[in-house]
């Protein structure tokens, strides 16, 4: 392939670069577009042909179903790493050596207390607040409570800002369950490992003492694993805009947050298994819930399938269904709703409708069933995926920052109204 696009507009023609990535992925370099055509511009609404930045950090093909974070398979992470690791892995890029990770791991616990005034914050918001908006609020809110910007020159600084956000993202995330649960506020334990301490915070009752089961743990590790990156997604990239403005670390966070609850992205996991619970309730007709997806003139979307980039199975669904049938097999729970969820699967599978738009289940089909089994309520699935996203988002803000990329500004296309002269009130 010759290594330039050439452009024709009317009599003139452009050249542009093109630029390769280190899976041979091509994109057109149409940064002097602008300027060189006197102000032409790309138009593409949700950035479908778009691609915002160069990233080392994930590498995902939709067509093939791969999915690797800093070239490691995902598969592989989910079986023999633990998410520590691959937080690690995800944000310096290699995976750690053992005095690293153990490193690592003691700094986070030495950042791992927050300032007893977020109580005060947590005090003031109803128990029916939706946990994600209490968790964005709050990450936001660190921001007051740590109030010097950090200086992204000074490795040193980045590094506190990365294991001060791992330290307390946790803590937040277990009292946002516990504020709608009305249960008191507590801190785990600095002997605990990082999954296990946030399963002590989530789920420990005070008047007992609380035992990790295994099961639980491990299948909570591999939902994490799987949902920490996934290269530039609506959250991830709000992540990256915000923080291209040099808002600080928490500040970007707090927005990616609030991008991620919307139901196409990581609120679909809550919104599928409202979606299967309203099918048991109708009596488990799956084929009427099919008929209604397909129908152009009912809003009804079948959740948990179909993905922007993924156009076959979804890696880290396949992995998700392997984990939920051995974590409700594990724990005796039988949840009707799984049967409901595979009948689903099986007849989008092949149903001329989904097999020609290429909608796969994706990575949320199933993990609110596994959520569920561990005993979380439902308006704390996305928290949860927001959980395991936390190392890829300050990853990719860790790029953004150090690749000293400039401040994110889309152009646009205007259609409003020509000039026009202002008339009074009592002319209009
Ligand atoms: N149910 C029924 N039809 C669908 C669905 C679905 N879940 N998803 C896409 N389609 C149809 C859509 O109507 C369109 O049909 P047509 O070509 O006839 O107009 C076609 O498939 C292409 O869809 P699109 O909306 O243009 O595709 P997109 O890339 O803009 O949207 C998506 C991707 C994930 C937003 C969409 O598939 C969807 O809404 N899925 C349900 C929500 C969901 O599960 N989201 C979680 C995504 S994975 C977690 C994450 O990383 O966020």
Known sequence: MEDIAKLQIGEN????????????????????????TNGVITIDPG????????????FLDGE?????????SIEELAEKADFLEVAYLLIFGELPTKEQLEQFHADIKDKAIVDDDVRKIIDAFPKSAHPMGILSSLTSALTAFNPSSVNVDSEEDMYRAIVKIMGKF?????????????MPLNYGSNSLGYVENVMTMMFAKPNEDYVINPIVKNALDKLLILHADHEQNCSTSTVRIVGSSHAGLFASLSAGISALWGPLHGGANQAVLEMLEAIKQDGGDTKKYMAKAKDKNDPFRL???????????DP??????????????????????????????????????FVDRKLYPNVDFYSGIIYRAMGIPVEMFTVMFALGRLPGWIAQWREMRLGKEPIGRPRQIYTGENHREFKNISQR
């Open 170 to 182: 946790p803590v937040l995330v277990a009292w946002a369950m516990r504020k709608i649960q009305g």
């Open 316 to 353: 880290r669904a396949k992995i998700i269904k392997e984990v939920a049938d051995q974590v409700l097999n594990d724990l005796g729970v039988e949840d009707p709703i799984l049967e409901i969820a595979k009948g689903l699967e099986q007849e989008a599978l092949s149903d001329p409708y």
């Open 64 to 72: 093939k179903g791969i999915l690797r974070y800093r070239g490691y």
């Open 47 to 58: 950035y479908k042909n778009t691609g915002a930045c160069l990233s080392a950090i994930t």
């Open 13 to 36: 023609s452009y050249e542009f670069p093109l630029v390769k990535g280190t899976e041979n992925e091509v994109a057109i370099d149409v940064k002097t577009l602008r300027g060189a």
């Open 303 to 313: 959740m948990g399938f179909g993905h922007r980039v993924y156009k076959n199975f």
